[in-house]
């Protein structure tokens, strides 16, 4: 912006460019009048809550995407049951589909493996506890309901809390 200072020179009106603007002094003229305290208390607010927002997003993303897991899981158990249903199955074939089963329910699986001990001369058996895949992503979703017990409602529980406001 070009301030002009008018004046007459020789019977003509002339004009001068008094002083010239750059464009943030001309944005600190404007803003001259508003407190400087206000703009950072507003921002500061609008910051905060937009995180606090940011944070309750990525959580119900999480949650819903362990939950949509322990769906497909669901889905797929109750195929292969009534696969298992079906027959003229061979035994192979339904140990490789109870197996699955077993991999897709709540519990675990116990694994006897045996190994040759160098030391001792001796064969071992050993029982390996293993929790299934279901029940991981069940405890995970268990841990993300108890801090954030809002999400219960999408699974369509009552006693469930009502979403919170951002801070």
């Known amino acids: 912006?070009?301030?002009?200072?008018?004046?007459?020179?020789?019977?003509?009106?002339?004009?001068?460019?008094?002083?010239?603007?750059?464009?943030?002094?001309?944005?600190?003229?404007?803003?001259?009048g508003i407190k400087i305290k206000d703009v950072i208390d507003v921002v500061t607010e609008t910051t905060i809550k937009g995180e606090s927002e940011r944070k309750l997003i990525e959580i119900e993303d999480k949650w819903f995407k362990i939950q949509s897991e322990i769906q497909k899981m669901d889905t797929e158990r109750k195929r292969l049951e009534e696969e298992m249903?079906?027959?003229?199955?061979?035994?192979?074939?339904?140990?490789?589909?109870?197996a699955k089963i077993a991999e897709l329910k709540d519990g675990e699986i116990v694994i006897e493996r045996e190994f040759y001990n160098h030391y001792t001369r001796e064969t071992q058996k050993v029982?390996?506890?293993?929790?299934?895949?279901?029940?991981?992503?069940?405890?995970?979703?268990?841990?993300?309901?108890?801090?954030?017990?809002?999400?219960?409602?999408?699974?369509?529980?009552?006693?469930?809390?009502?979403?919170?406001?951002?801070?």
């Open 1 to 32: 912006m070009v301030k002009y200072r008018y004046f007459t020179k020789y019977g003509k009106v002339v004009r001068e460019p008094e002083y010239t603007f750059t464009p943030f002094e001309e944005f600190e003229q404007k803003i001259a």
């Open 85 to 98: 249903n079906k027959t003229g199955l061979s035994e192979e074939d339904k140990k490789r589909i109870a």
């Open 127 to 167: 029982k390996e506890v293993i929790q299934t895949p279901y029940r991981k992503m069940l405890q995970r979703r268990i841990e993300i309901e108890k801090e954030y017990p809002y999400l219960k409602a999408y699974r369509g529980e009552q006693t469930a809390t009502v979403r919170p406001e951002p801070r």
